[in-house]
């Protein structure tokens, strides 16, 4: 079957569902087709074929020779804001580089790269958790003393326990697995998956774009990715200097901007927290994120947002040490099915 690029964006609408409901047939046994919908986000836009299973949906991405990485030549400027927050960043941690250079230093450069059709979760999930039955001691006792309405994490000699409603209100309990990268590999091969690699990664985020980030080429420099807004920036601050003792306005806050956690142009939920690492195919390789060192380090907020870059892999943030476990609560994945 040829799921290409090239001949899914040429044809019509009838004959991407008719390709995707062919395709369906041969997926793997509980693989089902849903629906090809249209999905817009920065300067790109598809119409991505989506398949259920087990209540997970994936998204159809076609093989195509591509671009990835970032050009530090392209003409990009920085606005107003992002330089302001720059310069205030590289003052204070004397960081002798314009912010282009900067920029050039943390991301990777352009190259041209062949990637097959695949199927990609539409939803990185955490990993490194293992399913704990309801009658297990330790979390009787959580429910007992915290209730079942929130989620709760009690920690004992290294290993995890959490308790945590599920959407449809039935708790779920789970426990931390020390886990390397290569061992929750072989996992997803068991199963017939695997990480998307690098490159794989980096497209699916991007969708195509060759903007800094996959919405275009600026961020608001008024908050961090993990604020809903301005004013909740400003409480967080109040918070920390209060001992976080500071309890949140009644009236919550309201979001102002959203685009990072909205679906990218192949309807994929990626790179939306930097306090996440992704795991992708390479061995101690992680993309997305920089497992919240940035915002906890208190950098200006442009670099806050600049961990979120489609083509970003600074290498003390991204490269690990492949035999150590993963960390659990700041690692997520997300399963392929390769199609090539």
């Known amino acids: 079957m040829d799921l290409s690029g090239e001949r899914w964006e040429a044809v019509t609408s009838f004959e991407r569902e008719t390709i995707a409901r062919a395709l369906a047939k041969d997926l793997p046994t509980g693989f089902h087709f849903e629906a090809v919908a249209r999905f817009e986000l920065g300067d790109a836009s598809h119409h991505v074929a989506l398949f259920r299973k087990d209540g997970a949906v994936f998204a159809l991405i076609p093989s195509a020779e591509v671009t990835l990485g970032f050009d530090p030549d392209r003409p990009w400027e920085p606005n107003p804001d992002e330089l302001e927050s720059w310069e205030a960043t590289a003052e204070e941690y004397e960081i002798d580089r314009t912010i282009r250079e900067y920029i ?22 955490e990993v490194g958790w293992s399913p704990v039955g309801l009658d ?6 959580i429910v007992r003393e915290h209730g079942t309405k929130r989620r709760v994490e009690m920690s004992r000699g290294g290993t995890s326990t959490r308790v945590r409603p599920g959407d449809d209100g039935q708790l779920i309990a789970e426990r931390s697995l020390v886990a390397t990268h290569a061992e929750l590999s072989a996992r997803l091969a068991a199963g017939g998956y695997r990480f998307p690699t690098s490159d794989e990664w980096e497209y699916a985020c991007g969708a195509g774009t060759s903007t ?51 679906p990218n142009a192949f309807g994929l939920s990626i790179a939306a927290d930097p306090y996440k690492w992704e795991l992708v195919a390479e061995a101690g390789t992680t993309r997305g994120g920089d497992g919240g060192c940035t915002i906890c380090g208190g950098v200006g907020f442009f670099l806050g947002w600049l961990t979120l870059a489609t083509a970003y892999f600074e290498e003390h943030s991204c490269r690990h040490d492949p035999a150590e476990p993963i960390s659990q609560g700041y690692t997520v994945g997300r399963r392929v099915l390769d199609l090539g």
Not at 105 to 125: G, Y
Not at 239 to 259: I, M, V, Y
């Open 104 to 125: 050039a230093e943390v991301t990777l450069r352009p190259r041209r790269v062949q990637l097959p059709p695949l199927l990609i979760e539409v939803e990185a999930k």
């Open 212 to 262: 800094l980030f996959r919405w275009g080429d600026h961020a608001p420099c008024d908050r961090y990715p993990t604020d809903v807004s301005p004013a909740e920036a400003a409480w967080r601050r109040r918070w920390a200097l209060s001992g976080g003792k500071l309890e949140p306005p009644a009236e919550g806050f309201r979001s102002d901007w959203d685009a990072h956690g909205r």
């Open 136 to 141: 297990d001691p330790v979390v009787r006792e």
